[in-house]
């Protein structure tokens, strides 16, 4: 079995719900074979989020870790690449903090590479029906503070965990006008369990294409 530990974010912002989290807590019910589960839900509070992960980590025992965001306006499920040293919150967190231009972890490397491998989990997701690209951006608000955070723990605690992050389209009750696309509960939890199934199962990522001209 491989310990496995999957995270979702409250809601934020003007949302009474978060569709990772929503997410998240289908995907336990069903874990793929072979992948012992463990959930959490994150903080959308800066100076929270990353204790409370690394809170997570250590209680599950995790030996892999998939944080899981919701990024409104994607149409598809993205498997991050990239966590990049800066929080720079375009709207204030759930306690009133809004940093600017900080880094996550003073004195830390500008950026961190998923140790996931994303092209075959972007694969496992497509191959269960559903949309899925590979993302170079996870922006710079909680979801990229706390993918920056994890693969930090990972670098300076933890070197045998592996670890990303997925970016989840809305909820379908949060464009009730249908004009932002979204994606049902249901189907992101089976985007997550395809992707876990695929992260414990596949160390040498795929040679496929999977890159962005912009
Ligand atoms: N999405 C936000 C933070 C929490 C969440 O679910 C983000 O993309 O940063």
Redesign the pocket.
């Known amino acids: 079995m491989t310990r496995v530990l999957l995270t979702g974010?409250e809601p934020?912002g003007d949302s009474t719900v978060?569709p990772?989290w929503q997410a998240v807590r289908l995907a336990a019910a069903t874990p793929p074979e072979g992948v012992s589960l463990t959930t959490a839900v994150l903080p959308?509070v800066f100076h929270d989020a990353n204790e409370r992960l690394r809170a997570a980590v250590e209680e599950s025992g995790a030996e892999v870790v998939v944080c899981v965001?919701?990024?409104g306006g994607r149409a598809g499920v993205t498997v991050e690449r990239v966590a990049i040293n800066l929080d720079d919150a375009r709207i204030p967190d759930n306690a009133g903090g809004q940093p600017l231009d900080e880094p996550v972890v003073a004195g830390g490397p500008a950026a961190y590479f998923a140790t996931l491998p994303v092209k075959a989990c972007v694969a496992a997701v497509r191959a269960a029906g559903l949309p899925a690209s590979v993302s170079h951006t996870?922006?710079t608000?909680?979801?990229?503070h706390v993918f920056y955070g994890l693969m930090h723990l990972i670098e300076t605690e933890r070197p045998h965990v592996r670890g990303g992050f997925v970016?989840v389209p809305y909820a379908p009750e949060q464009v009730p006008g249908g004009d932002e696309p979204s994606m049902s509960a249901p189907a992101i939890a089976a985007a997550l369990t395809a992707i876990l199934s695929a992260a414990v199962t596949t160390t040498a990522d795929l040679k496929v294409t999977g890159g962005s001209l912009h």
């Open positions: 974010f934020f978060n990772s959308v965001g919701q990024a996870a922006g608000y909680l979801c990229n970016h």
